[in-house]
């Protein structure tokens, strides 16, 4: 599984081959971590190196003490930043503009009829995948002049949802 992991500004890719194995911006490193005594502070081996780490979750991320240094950490995984990404993206001020599916999924309900006026931020559907609901929202004010999918329809990547004037 693939991680972007941000620490306290600086970016790292990392994949974890299994729980011993991981590769950090491509370099393997070996690594072992086992909470102590149920709080939130684990023995924390890496390539050999043994270290205290102190681990508190915070709204957006985690906040990690090491050896007297704190680090301000957020992950996301593949789908997250998917998904993220298609939020990210600025939105037309007007003329039309296609909603197209962030991830592979399972259109569960469509909130929107075609003719509907819908505000910035108004849900236009909800998208499951990996069986967690994704709530799709409208990316500016519009007019919705097509409705692409239905409830029950599953959709790939980038597919057509729902178009915005």
Not at 6 to 11: A, I, K, L, S
């Amino acid at each position: 599984m693939k991680y972007y992991v941000r620490v306290n500004g600086e970016d790292f890719d990392i994949v974890v081959a299994d729980e011993h194995r991981v590769t950090v911006n491509g370099q393997p490193v070996q690594v072992d971590m086992v909470r102590v005594s149920g709080q939130s502070v684990y023995s924390l081996l890496v390539d050999h190196r043994s270290y205290e780490v102190a681990v508190e979750e915070v709204p957006g991320g985690y906040r990690i003490l090491v050896a007297g240094e704190q680090y301000d950490i957020t992950v996301q995984d593949e789908r997250q930043r998917r998904l993220m990404a298609g939020r990210a993206q600025p939105s037309p001020v007007g003329g039309t503009i296609t909603v197209r599916a962030p991830i592979p999924g399972l259109v569960v309900r469509v909130h929107v009829s075609e003719g509907e006026t819908v505000r910035q931020g108004a849900p236009l559907l909800i998208l499951q995948a990996m069986k967690m609901d994704n709530e799709i929202r409208a990316p500016r004010d519009g007019t919705v002049t097509r409705v692409h999918v239905r409830a029950g329809q599953s959709v790939e990547q980038d597919e057509p949802l729902i178009t915005l004037e």
